[in-house]
């Protein structure tokens, strides 16, 4: 069937242009929306991080038992972040981001800026306990979380992450991967020192 | 050979999804493991990108199953349990997002772009010439005429 030019149909100007270009506008907007997300994942920004829900909440209760033949074998419960600042950091023997992060908690401890306590996620104690000798202990207690319910609780998706608490027990701060020498010195010790005011 | 072909299609269509729940982490008691089971399948994997609890092999994903199964025997409800996971990993843990302020886009989304093609097909519809067909000619008249008057006589 052939339109037959019966009557010569004048390009009415009420006839609507725009609705054909509504696809082309909201194709361009996906398109932004998701090179911009490329263009910050190709700049470094993680794929796999959660933002958390725990910030400026009161830690997860929890209480765990410590590592058995240690200096210190007391474990960590929730009651035990509270009264000072306190770094909690999720890790593990098998973490091998750990092991690039263990310098950074070493350095820190020697500071003596703030009480580092360690949840050795997923582990066992001999294991935990023999890191800890070969690399040395920054931690002012560690506790064991070998189901991982702690660290649950915490919302941990890998280690290393780690938690600033302020003296009331809330959670300030999570540093998700290692904490480097920039993010201590940038972001978490100007934190401690404006948590303590 | 009917049967032959029975077998074959029951072996395609009936076997299980991937599931990575390992006979140690099960519950004893069925009931229970069933509903353990559904709300796994309602759980994300927070270590991977898109696979339930039920289905990930990760270890994260153990510890939420043998957690989800000890709140279950702990006489939680499927809810609750769910609540528990939202509350310590946001969002992300479901694989059902909820309807709140951040997921409206995500929600309306399709019921926006049925309406939006409603409207235009209606737009089009509407503006579509409706030029009456042409009225017979007189040739077409008779022709028409003679044609009905055969098939009358037939």
Known sequence: MTDAPTSPEAPSPARKR?????????????????????????????????PTVLLDTQ??????????????????????????????????SWCIACVQEHP???????????????????????RGLAWLKQ??????????????EAAIAFGVTAAPESFLVDKNGVIRFKQVGPITPEVW????????????? | MKLRYLI????????????????????????LEARAREVSKALRCVQC????????????????????????????????????MYSRYGDYVLLKPRFAANTIALWCAPLLLLIGGAFVLRQRLRDRPTAAPAPLSAEET????????????A
Do not use: C
């Open chain 1, 185 to 197: 010195r940038d972001q978490i010790a100007p934190l401690i020192e404006q948590l303590r005011k």
């Open chain 1, 59 to 92: 830690v997860p209760a929890f209480e765990l038992e410590g590592l058995p033949g240690r200096s210190d074998p007391r474990g960590l419960a929730a009651t035990d972040l509270k009264g000072d600042v306190t770094l909690v950091n999720v890790w593990g």
């Open chain 2, 8 to 31: 074959a299609l029951a072996a395609l269509t009936l076997t299980p999804a991937a599931q990575a729940v390992e006979p140690s982490e099960m519950l004893p008691d069925a009931t």
């Open chain 1, 135 to 148: 690399r040395g202990d920054p931690y002012a207690r560690v506790a064991q979380d070998p189901h991982g």
């Open chain 2, 49 to 84: 990108q898109n696979e339930t609890i039920d289905e990930s092999n990760a270890e994260i994903a153990h510890d939420m199953r043998v957690l989800v199964r000890k709140r279950i025997v702990a006489g939680d409800s499927n809810q609750q349990v769910i609540d528990y």
């Open chain 2, 142 to 153: 008779a022709a028409l005429a003679a044609l009905d008057q055969t098939e009358r006589r």
């Open chain 1, 104 to 126: 950074t908690l070493l350095q820190i401890a020697k500071e003596n800026k703030v009480a580092i306590h360690g949840i050795d996620w997923r582990d066992t104690p001999d």
């Open chain 1, 18 to 50: 725009w609705p054909y270009f509504v696809p082309l506008i909201v194709i361009a907007a996906m398109f932004g929306i998701f090179g911009k997300r490329l263009l910050d994942v190709e700049r470094g920004a993680d794929p796999r991080l959660i």
